[in-house]
């Protein structure tokens, strides 16, 4: 009776343990957790800013180009004038060869504007996105402390052939809705520009 006694005692502190081990191991949905947080919104809201604002200045410059080159076809058709004198004639194909320098100077401006400024804006959203990522990161660490979890697994995690790595979890370690409450509690004080999205001097 004593040995069948122990022998539920071992069983009963094998389950609890079991058990125990489990809770310690919570699962979160990174790409879930990104995608909520407020300040991801405010600072995808920054990036289209700027998309917005490159698209005005590249509209300026093709506006210049458009210009340049109706001057080019008027010249080039007043230089084929036989109406025309053939000094008038001389002096529109100088001025033509002038234009015909402006609008490539100006074309390849305008390479070089979208070349960097689409660099830049790419730069901006690696560095927003890899911020943002990082102060998810020291949540998580912070809160896992705090409830006492050992290993916080990314649940959006996928394998190599874009299969989810982490096929099956349970609710009740399932803490993706307890992140998004904890960065989300001080959205109301929060301003935009203290993302700080702009390139670093």
């Excluded at 809201?45 to 506006?63: F, H, M, V």
């Amino acid at each position: 009776m004593t040995r069948v006694f122990t022998s539920l005692l071992v069983v009963v502190f094998l389950v609890v343990g079991a058990v125990q081990a489990e809770d310690q191991i919570a699962f979160l949905d990174v790409q879930e957790v990104f995608k909520g947080f407020y300040k991801t919104h405010l600072a995808q809201d920054q990036i289209r800013q700027q998309a917005d604002d490159i698209k005005l200045e590249r509209g300026e410059i093709e506006e210049e180009i458009t210009v340049l080159k109706e001057e080019v076809e008027a010249l080039r058709t007043d230089a084929r004038d036989e109406t025309l004198s053939a000094e008038v004639r001389a002096s529109k194909r100088d001025l033509l060869e002038g234009k015909l320098v402006d609008l490539q100077t100006k074309e390849r401006e305008m390479g070089e504007f979208e070349k960097l400024r689409k660099e830049q804006l790419e730069k901006q959203n690696t560095r927003m996105t890899r911020k943002l990522f990082d102060e998810i990161h020291e949540a998580v660490i912070l809160y896992a402390k705090a409830q006492g979890f050992d290993s916080v697994i990314d649940r959006s995690a996928q394998s190599r052939l874009g299969t989810q790595v982490v096929l099956y979890t349970k609710f009740e370690v399932d803490i993706t809705a307890d992140m998004l409450a904890v960065l989300n509690e001080d959205r109301e004080g929060f301003e935009a520009d203290e993302l700080e999205l702009k390139d670093e001097e």
